[in-house]
């Protein structure tokens, strides 16, 4: 029987154990990150070499010569040949559905001339060079390779290296076949704090990248956290989270599935469900216990219900929109009869799913949304990964002579309060006369 936490907002002790559920969102790793410098600082001293050791160490895949890493674009377009057709259909329905979605993000460059004829711009353009990290280990994501690369095709990046462990040398044809749907330029069969590092350094073999972006396991997480800075990085991607907001027009399996839907991620993944209906969540409870065992990985969804799970009564749904800002969730379900009632008076989460109708499911893979979501509560101040992610917005000034008179005079004031006198000079020296 799982066993999953019951909590109530009007029990006095419901802030403690609230805090003790959210305590390890967003934790430092310092075992992990202790880990990836030593990676990095290999990779930066040994280049290929540094590669190929830690690919046979840690993924069991020996090379003889670094080059043999870079996988084909023959053998990236055999794996798409060879994919199963229905497969294939759903992955290149997927992508066009993502590509409409991120083509409403584009940015387009814009520029004014104010009162003294100072022409004043934004220049919108797109990264050079991307590095995708895609997941190789417990499990293969071929939706990852499309919600990550093709935002960055939309803007415009003119090359996309894509890298992915191979546990024994054994390459995922899914995976493979999905970069070739989504553009991916290159891609090596690495992975780890070795990837991430090569990417952001790069060696011989290997090109150095403007940002890296797609999630991973503690070490590659470990390592991007280390090298922002040098490389851009898209997020610190936590745990999956889940937080469902229902009632009793819901039906109890679906809620408990799409509970389910986030736990069976990890064993450490975060579900939770909010309800002012009491009959509900013991309802949801119930069916919670009877499809659990009928779930192929329900040993990892009851570790996660177990660990980081919770069902939580609430006064009404007020209370619920002030949890779930507070909580701020990865994904959040408003799974109630009048959900567009709540929907102004949620602030913070990574995507939100209106209606009982919008299972997550379908934003993970094909509705059209970026999967990759900020975690840990950084909903409060991130977004999706999107289009923009994948621009650089560059001010342009062009001063007029009578703008650069006046402005000069304004910017040399300033200047002098601020003792920088160069500065001031400068600005004054256009001035007529």
């Keep these: 029987?799982?066993?999953?936490?019951?909590?109530?907002?009007?029990?006095?002790?419901?802030e403690t154990q609230l805090n003790d559920l959210l305590a390890d969102r967003g934790?430092?790793?310092?075992?992990?990150?202790?880990?990836?410098?030593?990676?990095?600082?290999r990779i930066r001293l040994d280049g290929d070499q540094a590669l190929v050791n830690y690919t046979a160490q840690f993924d069991r895949f020996t090379v003889e010569n670094p080059t043999e890493l870079k996988i084909s674009t023959d053998r990236i377009d055999q794996a798409l040949q060879s994919m199963d057709a229905e497969l294939r259909r759903a992955l290149e329905q997927a992508a066009q559905r993502i590509?409409?979605?991120?083509?409403?993000?584009?940015?387009?460059?814009?520029?004014?001339?104010?009162?003294?004829?100072?022409?004043?711009?934004?220049r919108i353009t797109p990264l050079e060079c991307i590095g995708v990290y895609v997941p190789g280990g417990k499990a293969a994501y071929p939706?990852?390779?499309?919600?990550?690369?093709?935002?960055?095709?939309?803007a415009g990046v003119e090359k996309i290296v894509m890298v992915s462990p191979t546990p024994d040398g054994v390459i995922n044809e899914v995976v493979l076949g999905a970069a070739a749907i989504a553009g991916v330029d290159e891609v090596y069969a690495i992975g780890g704090a070795q990837a991430v590092a090569a990417l952001a350094i790069g060696t011989q073999s290997v090109p150095a990248v403007d940002k890296i972006v797609g999630p991973g396991n503690r070490y590659v997480a470990a390592a991007k956290q280390l090298l922002f800075g040098q490389v851009g990085i898209d997020m610190i991607a936590g745990p999956s989270e889940i937080l469902i907001i229902s009632d009793a027009t819901t039906d109890p399996d679906w809620v408990a599935?799409?509970?389910?839907?986030?736990?069976?991620?990890?064993?450490?993944?975060?579900?939770?469900?909010?309800?002012?209906?009491?009959?509900?969540?013991?309802?949801?409870?119930?069916?919670?216990?009877?499809?659990?065992?009928?779930?192929?990985?329900?040993?990892?969804i009851t570790a996660a219900l177990r660990d980081h799970g919770a069902l939580i009564k609430v006064e009404d749904l007020d209370q619920a929109a002030l949890l779930a800002n507070r909580i701020a969730p990865e994904h959040l379900q408003l799974c109630i009869e009048d959900p567009d009632s709540l929907l102004p008076k949620i602030r913070h989460a990574g995507a939100i799913f209106v209606g009982r109708y919008s299972s997550e499911s379908l934003g993970d893979y094909c509705a059209g949304p970026n999967h990759v979501?900020?975690?840990?509560?950084?909903?409060?101040?991130?977004?999706?990964?999107?289009?923009?992610?994948?621009?650089?917005?560059?001010?342009?000034?062009?001063?007029?002579?009578?703008?650069?008179?006046?402005?000069?005079?304004?910017?040399?004031v300033m200047a002098d309060a601020e003792g920088l006198a160069s500065h001031a000079a400068a600005a004054r020296y256009r001035r007529p006369g």
Excluded: C
Excluded at 1 to 14: N, P
Excluded at 143 to 154: D, F
Excluded at 281 to 286: I, K
Excluded at 383 to 411: M, N, W
């Design 99 to 122: 590509k409409a979605y991120h083509q409403h993000q584009l940015s387009e460059s814009w520029q004014f001339t104010d009162s003294l004829g100072n022409q004043l711009g934004q």
């Design 257 to 300: 599935m799409d509970l389910f839907s986030q736990a069976e991620h990890d064993e450490i993944a975060q579900v939770i469900l909010i309800t002012a209906d009491g009959e509900h969540l013991q309802a949801v409870e119930a069916a919670i216990q009877k499809l659990l065992p009928l779930q192929e990985r329900a040993d990892i």
């Design 373 to 412: 979501l900020p975690t840990s509560g950084t909903a409060r101040f991130s977004s999706a990964l999107g289009v923009y992610d994948f621009q650089k917005r560059t001010s342009v000034i062009r001063a007029s002579q009578r703008g650069a008179a006046e402005l000069g005079e304004i910017a040399g």
């Design 143 to 154: 939706s990852t390779v499309l919600m990550n690369v093709i935002p960055a095709k939309v």
């Design 27 to 41: 934790a430092g790793d310092q075992q992990a990150l202790a880990v990836a410098a030593d990676v990095i600082e």
């Design 1 to 14: 029987m799982a066993t999953i936490s019951v909590l109530a907002s009007s029990d006095v002790e419901f």
